[in-house]
């Protein structure tokens, strides 16, 4: 059996959510197949990430201390396929890149890039949307303009090029790998196909005429431009009084996930007509580096350009009131359910907590009870008696006072 590693390093937003918990599923269909998918747990190689790069990420970096050596160590007892996935690893340096590459066999194993990539039309507005859902309040305005300065200064500059300048990002992954082993997968354009993506992760990764449960459950979902509006409002409010292990699952998943993102009829959130032919200028500079390099294409390298300007286009910064307004009372009616949900859990626990106070009263008032405490305090009023309740407690392997 051929040792081969295929490491799906990104690019975020471009299917790898659905990718993932279809690979993590499907953990024993794989290996019957000889493929290993290295997971214990559904985020297992998002951990690894963030261990590999060192990465600050709301104190998950403390539960990832080990995890990428772990993983890697798996890695190289597998004598099969194995694959690795998470979208992070593309803003990884060349000195992490080159740590993970040797971590998993390379040179001695055939590893294989794998690339997942999507237009900018798209990519942008999408971009700033996960920073919206990651608490930040920076308008699309201010967002565009950070990563259009062609210093690229600052957080937010850094990790969307980090992440998205596909040239850059084989030029750190893919240095001394042979083309043949570099393989890109484009996104599909809006109205194709629907399994197309998948069918070209499947070339990408071997995993075709494989029968896997693809009955997706994680997804990482899109907002409408006035769902984005109202959670950027929401930022701005409330950031200084919910802190972030309570945001995650408030806003991010109750609100933007399972609430807002359903709202389908609501204008899309798209890239600004008058930023639109620099978005298809660069990617077309892409398109022709990545030709000139030779790498595998799994698709048509002409998805990178994107779709036309979205007429008319919403302005995100400027939203409908009224439609803003209709999402607010979703947002509402979301978090009332929730609250009256965890209301019921207290009650639940109150009257618990009000039963074992009960027992426990009518436990003081037994006769034995109160004997053995007439018992005790007589032994502790002498030395003798205290060495005694010592060697009790010892043998009971309880040295608590009640005992």
């Known amino acids: 059996m051929t040792k ?32 290993l998918y290295p997971a214990d747990r559904f985020d297992a190689h998002f951990l690894a990430a963030l261990d590999l790069m060192v990465l600050p990420w709301g104190g998950l970096e403390a539960e990832a201390h080990g995890a990428w050596d772990r993983m890697a160590d798996e890695v190289r007892q597998w004598h099969g396929t194995t694959i690795i996935s998470h979208e992070i690893l593309a803003t990884a340096s060349r000195v992490q890149a080159a ?52 210093h690229r200064e600052g957080p937010v500059a850094t990790w969307f090029w980090g992440v998205q300048e596909i040239p850059d990002i084989l030029n750190r992954w893919a ?6 082993r570099v393989h890109l997968v484009t996104v599909p354009s809006p109205g194709g196909p629907p399994n197309l993506l998948w069918e070209r992760f499947c070339e990408a990764l071997g995993l075709t005429g494989l029968e896997l449960d693809r009955g997706g459950e994680r997804t990482n979902p899109s907002l409408g431009a006035p769902e984005t509006a109202l959670v950027r409002r929401i930022n701005l409010k409330a950031n200084r009084v919910v802190p972030p292990g309570r945001y995650r699952p408030l806003v991010r998943e109750l609100l933007a996930h399972q ?44 998805d990178l350009v994107g779709p036309p300007a979205a007429q008319p286009y919403t302005d995100p910064d400027h939203p409908a ?26 009650e639940h626990l109150n009257a618990q907590l009000a039963e074992t106070r009960q027992e426990l009263e009518r436990a003081h008032f037994r006769p034995t009870y109160r004997a053995r405490k007439k018992i005790v305090r007589g032994l502790e009023s002498s030395r003798f008696g205290r060495g005694i309740l010592k060697l009790y407690r010892f043998g009971r392997g309880n040295s608590s006072r009640s005992a």
């Open 4 to 35: 081969r590693v295929l490491l799906h390093v990104g690019t975020p937003k471009t299917g790898t959510s659905y990718l993932q918990d279809v690979l993590f599923r499907n953990q024993q269909a794989l290996e019957d197949a000889g493929i």
């Open 99 to 150: 740590r993970a590459m040797s971590s998993l066999g390379h040179p001695d194993t055939e590893v294989h890039l794998v690339l997942s990539v999507r237009d900018l039309v798209r990519q942008i507005p999408a971009e700033w949307q996960e920073n919206i859902k990651h608490r930040r309040g920076f308008s699309f305005q201010e967002f565009l303009a950070t990563i259009q300065d062609p």
């Open 175 to 180: 240095a001394d790998l042979p083309p043949e």
């Open 259 to 302: 609430t807002l993102s359903r709202r389908t009829g609501s204008p899309r959130l798209t890239l600004p007509p008058d930023v639109h032919p620099w978005a298809q200028e660069l990617a077309g500079a892409w398109i022709d580096e990545i030709k000139s390099r030779g790498y595998h294409v799994i698709g048509d390298l002409g």
């Open 321 to 346: 009131e009224a439609e803003v307004a209709d999402a607010a009372v979703d947002a509402i009616r979301a978090l009332l359910v929730e609250n009256g949900r965890l209301l019921g859990v207290e």
